[in-house]
């Protein structure tokens, strides 16, 4: 019940396009949903988050939609560029107590020119 | 920017050894963590950190591991007796604060590569 599923693995996108990353949850605690972003060598890092009582964040071109009765939110990068390319993860965790992130298995993007 | 670091980059060590893994957190955060990501696998949950005591662990903390916070500025991992199945990257992270209903932002480290032999 504490997993977050992540898809695809791995995406490739040509320069200017859209890259779409989605992401299920199951325990209906979980209130607090952030995107990090990890480039080769680094730690991951916040991009983006977003609580359950909006439907749309958006951050320059990083859009993350959220669906509460479905369980899912996806991220949406728009005009995609080639300092894109990292690995992705959709996590969770709950407000309230010790922020335990549980973290999706990951996207590799790669943005091709 | 302050930012979280760690050592070493890279350990290679002999099953059965200990090793100890180091972070330095940002320097007003309260809050510490470790976290682990087997290659190919997703960014694990360890251990969080508070007051000089464990908050909470997952079912991987076993007994071999423990967390210390031995002066004003490092947080450390020690796996007692390494195994093969603990080579994996080992991440640290820090938050300045937690308030009801509002959740901090965790910076994590470059990490720490543990290879055992």
């Known amino acids: 019940q504490q997993q977050v599923k992540q898809s695809p693995q791995s995406l490739i996108v040509q320069k200017g396009g859209i890259s779409i990353i989605n992401c299920a949850y199951e325990?209906?605690?979980?209130?607090?949903f952030p995107w990090y972003q990890q480039f080769p060598g680094k730690g991951p890092a916040l991009l983006i988050a977003?609580?359950?009582?909006?439907s749309e964040k958006k951050e320059g071109r990083f859009t993350i939609s959220f669906n509460k009765s479905a369980k899912q939110f996806s991220l949406h990068i728009m005009d995609s560029q080639p300092g894109d390319s990292a690995t992705y993860f959709c996590?969770?965790?709950?407000?309230?107590?010790?922020?335990?992130?549980?973290f999706g298995i990951g996207t590799k993007l790669q943005v091709i020119p | 920017e302050p930012e979280v670091t760690q050592t070493p980059s890279h350990q290679v060590t002999q099953m059965g050894q200990e090793v100890i893994l180091r972070c330095v957190p940002i320097?007003?955060?309260?809050?510490f963590y470790w976290y682990r990501q087997i290659l190919g696998q997703k960014v694990e949950f360890l251990v969080s950190?508070?007051?000089?005591?464990?908050?909470?662990k997952s079912e991987i903390f076993d007994d071999q591991f423990s967390v210390e916070r031995p002066d004003g500025s490092n947080f450390t991992l020690k796996i007692r007796s390494t195994k093969l199945e603990d080579s994996a990257m080992y991440f640290c992270?820090?938050?300045?604060?937690?308030?009801?209903?509002?959740?901090?932002?965790?910076?994590f480290g470059p990490g720490t590569r543990l290879t055992v032999l």
């Open positions: 950190f508070y007051n000089n005591e464990i908050s909470e």
């Open positions: 977003i609580r359950p009582d909006v």
């Open positions: 996590a969770a965790s709950i407000s309230g107590g010790y922020q335990k992130v549980t």
């Open positions: 320097s007003n955060h309260l809050y």
């Open positions: 325990n209906t605690a979980f209130d607090y």
């Open positions: 992270a820090s938050s300045e604060s937690w308030a009801q209903g509002r959740t901090d932002t965790q910076y």
